[in-house]
């Protein structure tokens, strides 16, 4: 397997929300590449999280990407207000209808499509969207909580949308999402994620460069 420069995006959920403009400075010091925003409906997931407004108070911190990883359904009504909040990835899960009209509307919007992918989501529901996707998101989790546990099963879609995408040679991000560690992080770059999405792991860690560091040369030799 081609190794691909690794990406850290810090998931703002296992952040203190109480100072979430510090938290930001931090991580953009501690070298972080995109800043990951899980975005929840009390619907889609049983848990409610940030909307717009909240995005957009933060957009003038930091120029990182705002990775947007949307758990809301309906999704298309809330497009626009995220973009204009100051996304730059905007990600839909690929379990939801009308994925076509969706990713016409993102880029429409300016904005870098993605797909998320739910652990028991068979890989072959992306195969015909890749050449239209910026960012394949490939939950580790059961989508709505950080902070839980790593689950092994979705490695092998990871080896799968790797193999399809250096055989058609797609400019697509592998990004990985749910309880990512220094345990578990070799296993996930070896099999070909280039992304790795980290909340629990970052926020604990008591040193965010360091963390950050360890993470981005987690890939094993
Ligand atoms: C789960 C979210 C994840 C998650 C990451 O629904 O999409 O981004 O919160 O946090 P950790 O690393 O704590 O699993
Ligand atoms: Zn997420």
């Known amino acids: 397997m081609q190794k691909r420069p690794i990406k850290i995006a810090p998931s703002l959920l296992a952040a203190d929300f109480s ?18 925003l899980d975005v929840m409906d009390g619907h889609f997931v049983p848990n409610l999280t940030m909307g717009p407004a909240l995005i957009r108070s933060l957009r003038s911190l930091t120029s990182l990407p705002f990775d947007t990883h949307l ?21 839909v899960h690929v379990e939801l ?6 990713i016409k509307k993102i ?23 890749l050449s239209d996707l910026s960012v394949i998101l490939v939950m580790t989790v059961e ?11 979705p490695l092998d879609k990871i080896r799968t949308l790797s193999k ?5 040679e797609l400019d697509v991000d592998i990004a990985v999402d749910g309880g990512i560690t220094l345990d578990n992080a070799p296993r996930v770059l070896e ?31």
């Open 19 to 36: 100072k979430l403009g510090h938290e930001i400075a931090m991580l953009e010091k501690a070298g972080a590449d995109w800043i990951h």
């Open 71 to 91: 758990m809301i359904d309906p999704v298309l009504p809330f497009l626009d207000p995220f973009a204009k909040a100051g996304s730059d990835h905007i990600i």
């Open 97 to 102: 209808e009308g994925l076509t009209n969706l």
């Open 107 to 129: 880029k429409e919007l300016g904005k870098k499509p993605g797909l998320a992918i739910k652990p028991g989501t068979p890989v072959d529901y992306l195969f015909p969207y």
């Open 143 to 153: 989508p709505g909580f950080g902070g839980q546990s790593f689950m092994d099963g």
């Open 164 to 168: 399809i995408i250096q055989e058609k």
């Open 191 to 221: 099999a070909g994620a280039n992304v790795l999405v980290a909340g629990t792991s970052i926020f604990q860690s008591g040193d965010y460069g360091q963390m950050i560091g360890a993470l981005k040369n987690a890939y094993p030799d």
